[in-house]
């Protein structure tokens, strides 16, 4: 969508139709907000009208082997503003900016993508928990979980010694705070103890890395509501997993992908310096059985596993979105 040369904010014939109104504000945002961009149903009151800008956002599906569009489905994005109409004067009184549009766009957007990493967070946590930790080399998550594990309590002065730099001392206090709402940790005055439910897992599990997928798991399948703080932990993995299982939801069935297709979307998210790193990330998600790989026509292509499809599509978490896909 990009901003078009604008036309008047005035109509000449006066006073202003219900249809006049709906011919002048087509115009309008074709003109300032672009051709995405539509109108919805014109509210009539006693001095003006208003007239919602809506939006159909189109995904084109195309043909694994061929490129070709398969399919052409409409993501259903609503209401990204109003424009109000004078019905005596045929002035504009009020419109959102081409900013206020895309940004509600981008809005509507991430909510897509968010409510599909939920519930793949939720549906997949046992799976993603058995992520090489070498993957996750640079979370906190890990290391609060770690030192726990092996040190019983984590004392927050010594926390303050290790971690000079502000910004991340908070970042580890938040997560601490994140895992103690979950009862995976537990707070003795300013020393950090493990929770019950961290208790219940030790109990269950004598192996320290057992301990540490448990752990996770738990965070995942438990905490899946606060995605910001796992996206801290899966990353690169989340957002690929939702990049290969969105198409599929728009499609309806299971749609292989290639990685140029996975890489576009992947690369709206990452710097390019993560396309290095990319295959890699596709065969950890295929090691833990999140995705799997198949070659037709003598190409690599990836889609998601046939069981957590099912399951996403029973998940009371997508609801929301069944209705915006067309």
Same mark, same amino acid.
């Given at each position: ?27 309008? /945002? ?18 003006? =009208? ?13 043909? &694994? ?15 990204? #503003? ?10 504009? *009184? ?29 549906? #997949? ?35 303050? %010694? ?18 103690? $709402?979950?009862?995976? %940790?537990?707070? &003795?005055?300013? /020393? ?23 752990? *996770? ?17 899966? #990353? ?15 499609? #309806? ?8 297709? /996975? ?6 998210? =990452?710097?390019?310096? =993560? ?34 499809? $099912? ?16």
């Amino acid at each position: 969508m990009q901003e078009t040369k604008k036309i008047t904010e005035f109509m000449g014939d006066l006073p202003v139709s219900k249809k006049d109104a709906e011919k002048f504000v087509r115009e309008f /945002i074709l003109s300032n907000y672009g051709n995405i961009p539509s109108i919805g149903e014109i509210i009539e009151k006693e001095d003006y =009208y208003i007239v919602p800008v809506e939006v159909f956002y189109p995904k084109i599906i195309l043909d &694994e082997i061929t490129n070709e569009p398969k399919k052409v489905r409409f993501l259903k994005i609503g209401k990204v #503003g109003e424009i109000r109409i004078d019905k005596i004067k045929g002035k504009i *009184l009020d419109k959102p900016t081409f900013y206020d549009i895309r940004r509600n766009i981008r809005n509507k957007l991430e909510f897509v993508s968010s409510t599909i990493e939920k519930a793949l967070v939720k549906i #997949g946590a046992e799976k993603f928990s058995k992520l090489p930790f070498a993957a996750h080399m640079h979370t906190p998550f890990i290391d609060i979980f770690s030192w726990i594990i092996v040190n019983e309590k984590l004392e927050l002065k010594d926390l303050e %010694l290790i971690i000079p730099y502000e910004d991340d001392l908070n970042r580890y206090l938040s997560i601490i705070e994140t895992l103690t $709402n979950l009862g995976l %940790l537990a707070k &003795e005055g300013s /020393i950090i103890i493990p929770g019950n439910i961290f208790i219940g897992i030790e109990e269950k599990y004598k192996n320290t890395y057992e301990q540490l997928e448990a752990a *996770l798991e738990y965070f995942y399948r438990e905490g899946y509501e606060d995605i910001d703080s796992i996206r801290w932990v899966l #990353g690169p993995h989340l957002t690929l997993s939702r990049i290969i299982y969105e198409k599929s939801l728009e499609f #309806g069935d299971i749609l292989p992908l290639k990685i140029n297709e /996975i890489n576009e979307k992947f690369s709206e998210v =990452y710097a390019r310096k =993560y396309a290095i790193k990319l295959p890699r990330y596709l065969i950890q998600l295929e090691s833990i059985n999140i995705i799997k790989s198949e070659t037709k026509g003598g190409e690599i292509l990836w889609s998601g596993n046939t069981d957590i499809f $099912n399951r996403l599509l029973k998940d009371p978490i997508i609801d929301p979105l069944k209705s915006m896909i067309e």
